[in-house]
């Protein structure tokens, strides 16, 4: 009967797991020992059986559907990096939000500067955070209105809404350096500031409806 | 060391791949999971021997792999590392299903194994009766390893299929190199057993 090591040592032959004296030493037992012999050679048979049936790759039944289960199940997970807290600068970063965000530019610089009888609007500045993009504005007096063009945006999911805000009116506050500004009924439309870069940062929204 | 399958020439090394998943991009992880698919479905369909099940699982060890990513240092190639993911999702899955008491001896399982789209990957076809031989004796390997204790299942398909040496299969269980080597030694002797007469009828 075999002790345990010696059974070591049988499958330590097989898998070549043997150093090369150990190795020598068993090639010397197994020439002694016909029923050794026949056991290692059916073993090794049997290896060499096991790995010709049973491949180490086979083909993923609908593997198309296969990646792309996994993709559906990605979307829904956490991010893998958690933001802090996203920044409206970050949010801004979005290529298919670049003209959304350069609205809201501009209507954190437009004051609509609407006199008593002229009611015409007025470009103060315009920030685009993206400088592959190029917005430009068109005022058409006849038409009362002012229109943005932006030149290099990607293509926008026809399912994204672009809003405008009308501003009747703007206050800043030199003391927190926040500019409110104020819709047609006087309510307050969005609240901005500056950040340490002296780019544009939205501290509040009113949601429209 | 599972063989992995290396990008060809002009591929996306896999180590920028996961850091660009590391970053957020599950494009990058597509290109992972269609590099590493067949070699993790291969892997979970010798554990359990169905095809549906072997894919779910396939599917649960990816997406673990990506939730796992943050975490993954590229201390070891990508592939090893999902390797052992996807060794225990189905032995967890494996072993769960024994303390249900459901289905590890089943030989349903094996029946219906070979489905449309399932093929191994193709090799050179061999004369009809001794493919004939061959086809019976893969039938019979597959019953055989069915019939094995998730342990004993284990350590026989990660030697014998992916190649690990015995400090690998050690890491990977893990577990004492004195029980792999134990492990395998009694899985052998239980194959070797079950496929006797397959052996003896010269198949």
Known sequence: MKTPSEDHDLIRWLDGEMTDAERARFSTRLAADPDLKAEVEMMQRMSSDLRAHLPAEMTVPYGDFFNSQIQVRLAQEEPLIPEARASWLDWLRLPTLITATAAVAIAGFMIMQKGPAAGDSVVLSIYVPNASVHARTFHSDEAQATVLMLDGVEAIPADRKIVGYYIERTETDQEVATTTLYGKSGEVVLVVSKDVRNQPRLLSATPRG | ?203
């Open chain 2, 1 to 203: 060391m599972p063989a992995s399958t290396a990008p060809e020439p002009g591929e996306v090394s896999d180590s920028d791949l996961v850091k660009r998943c590391q970053a957020g991009d599950t494009r990058a992880f597509d290109v992972l999971v269609s590099r590493y698919r067949g070699k993790v479905y291969a892997m979970t369909y010798h554990m359990i021997q169905n095809e549906t099940e072997a894919w779910d699982l396939s599917q649960e060890a990816f997406i673990k792999a990506w939730r796992a990513m943050p975490n993954f240092k590229l201390d070891s190639a990508f592939y090893t590392w999902l390797y052992r993911i996807t060794h225990n999702v189905t032995y967890d899955w494996l072993r769960k299903k024994k303390m249900h008491g459901d289905g590890e001896f089943d030989d349903s399982r094996t029946e219906h194994r070979v489905a449309a789209g399932a093929e191994a990957v193709p090799r050179n076809e061999p004369a009809p009766d001794i493919a004939l031989k061959n086809a019976e004796l893969g039938k019979r390997i597959n019953d055989a390893i069915a019939k094995l204790s998730p342990e004993h299942k284990q350590v026989i398909l990660l030697r014998e299929v992916e190649g690990l040496a015995y400090e690998e299969i050690a890491q990977t269980i893990p577990c004492s190199l004195g029980t792999v080597m134990s492990r395998l030694f009694y899985a052998r002797k239980k194959l070797q057993e079950m496929l006797k007469d397959a052996y003896e009828n010269a198949l």
